[in-house]
């Protein structure tokens, strides 16, 4: 049933890093765009970063500089690096994918930045 899987999120102090995983289910055919969004609470779910098949990236202005996405094509797998994270980056972070007009999202992995 779950389509999307995430991993890596935790606690980390501020100025540290981490490492987001999720892993598409191999049944999800021609996958498009995939892309990390995260939430806060009393906050609207926002778009991090987001990377086509053909490999281009688009970053949030807040991010810019600090996060990278990556893929993984035959893998059906996407990769946020987080670096010099700050505490404003705390938030749960929710994976997405899309595919032929079918959206999908994970179930969300909660990272904390403490400062």
């Known amino acids: 049933q779950v389509q999307l899987v995430e991993s890596g999120g935790g606690l980390v102090q501020a100025g540290g890093s981490l490492r987001l995983s999720c892993a598409a289910s191999?049944?999800?055919?021609?996958?498009?765009?995939m892309a990390w969004y995260r939430q806060a609470p009393g906050n609207q779910r926002e778009l991090v970063a987001s990377?086509?098949?053909?490999?281009?990236?688009n970053y949030a202005d807040s991010v810019k500089g600090r996060f990278t996405i990556s893929r993984d094509n035959a893998k059906n797998t996407v990769w946020l690096q987080m670096n010099s994270l700050k505490p404003e980056d705390t938030a749960v972070y929710y994976c997405?994918?899309?595919?032929?007009?079918?959206?999908?999202w994970g179930q969300g992995t909660q990272v904390t930045v403490s400062s």
């Open positions: 191999r049944r999800i055919f021609s996958i498009n765009t």
């Open positions: 997405n994918a899309d595919s032929a007009g079918i959206v999908y």
């Open positions: 990377i086509r098949g053909i490999g281009t990236t």
